[in-house]
């Protein structure tokens, strides 16, 4: 029986842990709206215009905290005639709050050679970090600084940045382990840095990687350079890693208006199944994939598709849609979240997991994070019915958390759990890794 797939990125971070057959939720970023009050000398307040009821409807969403609403009919409205700027940065606002980014930077964009400049720019400082386009933020709230150095807003948003921009150390250790008796470990040690331009980003890492199941245990070490370029058509990132006795490297770039990321390598694949045999086997595979996300008025949608060509000759078909409409009913900090997965291959193996007659699977389920500047706790629940192939009723959790416990270090942890089906019996995974992050001058 083949092992989940269970992991967090070497960095540490809240990235999702990815559960082949189990379904993966992955975290979202709650941004709660910021305080601010329009200046008196900037269009607003008690000096607010009159506007037509059609304009008055969006403010009222925007006072209200329907952002959704604000975001889709005030973004097209903004199309059709002229607006005040105090409604246009709320248009902005709500369409930055509700994931709709590139529509917010145009609006924002907009305001910049109005009264409502730095609030502007403060917001596109923000849209630019939670795009991970760091250096473009950096620029934004430096150039508020400038002109007022005690802006609260830009103070913490340049205090958040930093972590980002300084050099990092981080160790991540863990493992997990199956119904199948198949258990992994492993320790990874992980650094990156940033050039004076702060676009270039550079990681090294290596690690020791172990899995075993009752009749084998194989144990192999990683190491992997990688290099992003984010201030270059297409914002490529290579990817270079060897196990010691075959390199492997990846190239993704992004391309179209969401934007699109498409990636192309040959991937260490019996390293990221967790597999103790495929392992030992020194499985590969050439690997091509697309992924991207899309938010709109009714929510998000995100897709992603991979065509894996494997050594031993297989091929290995994977997808995955998932939404999260905007509607909130459990409240703001809790998100709904609908997919569809599904795993196709030529023909099965013990080397990895690779149901014979396919698998496609509906989840539903909820995350919700709750996050301060120094810390953030995700949870996550979800369940899954069959829709065809070896598919059947399955659940899935997870915990996370993060605390920066001083202003360099920060520690965290996270623990998943799934229940499903293979091969017509019932299986369970489990999963816990714990990092350390130092910040350096």
């Known amino acids: 029986m083949a ?18 057959g189990g379904g993966s939720l992955i975290p979202y970023q709650y941004v709660p709206s910021p305080r601010w009050t ?29 952002y959704g609403l604000a975001a889709s009919e005030g973004y097209a409205l903004i199309q059709q005639t ?20 590139q529509q917010g930077i145009e609006v924002y964009k907009s305001l910049l050679t109005t009264a409502y400049r730095t609030q502007a720019q403060l917001g596109l400082g923000n849209v630019y970090r939670w795009q991970n386009i760091d250096h473009l933020a950096f620029a934004e709230y430096a150039d508020v600084l400038r002109s007022k150095p005690k802006d609260p ?10 972590r980002e921009l300084r050099p990092r150390t981080t160790i991540t250790a863990g493992g997990t382990r199956d119904s199948s008796d198949t258990e992994s470990r492993s320790v990874v040690l992980n650094h990156r840095w940033r050039d004076a331009s ?25 190491a992997a350079v990688r290099y992003k370029a984010m201030d270059r058509s297409f914002r490529p990132q290579v990817e270079l890693s060897t196990n010691g006795k075959t390199v492997f490297g990846n190239l993704a770039v992004e391309v179209g208006g ?13 390293r990221i199944s967790n597999n103790a045999n495929g392992l030992a086997n020194g499985i590969t595979a050439n690997r091509v994939g697309v992924r991207g996300t899309k938010a709109f008025s009714l929510g998000a949608v995100n897709a992603r598709f991979d065509v894996s060509k494997v050594s031993d000759g297989n091929t290995v078909t994977t997808s995955a849609i998932r939404y999260w409409p905007s509607m909130r009913p459990l409240g703001q900090h809790f998100k709904p979240v609908l997919s569809v997965e599904t795993r196709h291959v030529s023909f099965a193996t013990p080397n990895y997991w690779s149901p014979a007659t396919g698998y496609a699977a509906f989840n539903a389920g909820v995350l919700a994070e709750w996050s301060e500047p120094d810390w953030y706790f995700y949870t996550s629940l979800q369940r899954g019915w069959r829709i065809t192939g070896e598919a059947g009723q399955s659940w899935s ?17 996270s623990f998943w759990a799934m229940g499903s089906r293979r091969d017509g019996v019932p299986y369970r995974a489990r999963s816990a890794y714990f990092t350390a992050e130092r910040l350096w001058d």
């Open 3 to 20: 092992t989940a797939l269970a992991q967090t990125s070497a960095a540490g971070s809240s990235q999702p842990i990815n559960v082949e």
């Open 258 to 270: 969401l934007p699109l990321v498409m990636d192309i390598g040959r991937v260490n694949w019996a």
């Open 82 to 101: 002229k607006v005040d700027d105090e409604l246009r940065f709320y248009v902005g606002n709500s369409l930055a709050w509700t994931g709709q980014l």
């Open 38 to 66: 329009p200046p008196a000398s900037a269009p607003g307040g008690s000096d607010a215009p009159k506007r037509p009821a059609s304009q008055q409807k969006i403010f009222d969403a925007y006072q209200a905290g329907n």
């Open 153 to 162: 807003d830009a103070i913490q948003g340049m205090r958040l940045l930093q």
């Open 198 to 222: 702060m676009a270039n980003v550079w990681e090294v890492e290596t690690g020791v990687f172990q899995t075993e199941n009752p009749a084998l245990l194989v144990r192999q070490g990683d």
């Open 397 to 413: 959790g997870s915990i996370a958390a993060k605390r920066w416990v001083t202003q360099d270090i920060a520690l965290g942890a």
